[in-house]
């Protein structure tokens, strides 16, 4: 369903162990993370289609989740103008969302990728709460921190927003250059 800005109405869906980690999951064929989410039909309520996106996506039951809570209002993202499908009628220019927040309660073997005919993704793992929106596309950062940051008090003791940083490549040991100061020293 696109509303009259636009904007495609969807769920967010944040699924964590209960402590400082949320499943992140990869789509099918690409290096490319995510939360699950999925399009709200028209004649459902928000609640109604993260259910039916965690069953789809995720093959979780609702008995393997609790909603910790969701954000009180809907987050919206624009899509870069290359992401635009011109050719649709309505157009959609971005995902309006209303994210929600679960706890895993039912086994990790709960979860099955393939269980819909046209899996959305191929793996998942378990990320620390701050790093996914480091890792997603560019143009759903935004969204991500906003989602995060107001739901993370409702998982109880403060998740620490630091997230141990990855190592920054060496360009030098990558390609076996040497800087010009280890140059001069080892030829000094």
């Known amino acids: 369903m696109i509303d009259s800005d636009g904007f495609r109405l969807n769920v967010g869906i944040i699924v ?21 989410q999925g399009g709200i039909k028209a004649d459902e309520a928000p609640q109604e289609a993260l ?17 910790v809570g969701c954000t009180r209002q809907w987050l919206k993202y624009t899509l870069p103008s290359r992401y635009v499908r011109k050719n649709c009628t309505p157009q959609c220019i971005g995902q309006k969302q209303m994210w929600f927040l679960l ?3 039912g086994g990790e073997d709960s979860v099955c990728l393939d269980h819909d005919i046209k899996p959305e993704f191929d793996t998942w793992r ?3 709460y701050w790093w996914p929106p480091r890792e997603v596309i560019f143009f759903k950062r935004r969204v991500y921190w906003q989602a ?15 997230t141990p940083k990855r190592p920054r490549p060496n ?3 990558r390609t076996g250059r040497k800087r010009q100061g280890q140059k001069a020293a080892a030829a000094g």
């Open 126 to 128: 378990w990320v620390h």
């Open 148 to 162: 995060l940051r107001e739901l993370a008090p409702l998982l109880g003791p403060p998740v620490t927003s630091t």
């Open 171 to 173: 360009r030098y040991r």
């Open 103 to 105: 706890r895993m309660v």
């Open 16 to 36: 964590s162990d209960g402590d400082d980690k949320v499943l992140w999951a990869r789509r099918v064929g690409q290096d490319s993370w995510q939360f699950p």
């Open 51 to 67: 259910f039916r996106e965690l069953y789809e996506e995720l093959g979780l039951e609702p008995a393997c989740v609790e909603v």
